[in-house]
Nanobody, 125 residues
Framework: QAQLVESGGGLVQAGGSLRLSCAAS????????MGWFRQAPGKEREFVSA????????YYADSLKGRFTISRDNAKNTVYLQMDSLKPEDTARYYC??????????????????WGQGTQVTVSS
């Protein structure tokens, strides 16, 4: 019954910023990892970032670290992805995902059970 709803996508020029939101509902996510993925047409889905709901431990794709920042507001049951210095190659549909935490799982690759419908981010030159 978990539901994840992304918002905040849109069209921006290169160098601009967006903040994506993922509103989580339907269950308690205290023991979950919340992740962001993206997928462009003709491309494989790729990991962007993740955060543990309880401890706030953050993970980033190496290529994006420094430009993207993940955070969460537990009181609002919301996870954010702040995207700065956007590039045309960042154009993709961005998805929020949730998975039950395990120390043996690589959450840059797998481990997510719930997915939102995504929000489109388009960066123009």
């Amino acid at each position: 019954q978990a539901q994840l709803v992304e918002s905040g996508g849109g069209l921006v020029q290169a160098g601009g910023s967006l903040r994506l939101s993922c509103a989580a509902s339907g269950r308690t996510f205290n023991n979950y990892v919340m992740g962001w993925f993206r997928q462009a047409p003709g491309k494989e889905r790729e990991f962007v970032s993740a955060i543990t709901w309880s401890g706030g431990t953050r993970y980033y794709a190496d290529s994006l670290k420094g430009r993207f920042t993940i955070s969460r507001d537990n009181a609002k049951n919301t996870v954010y992805l702040q995207m700065d210095s956007l590039k045309p190659e960042d154009t993709a549909r961005y998805y929020c995902a949730a998975g039950f935490y395990s120390p043996y799982t690589d959450y840059t690759k797998r481990g997510y059970d719930y997915w939102g419908q995504g929000t489109q981010v388009t960066v123009s030159s």
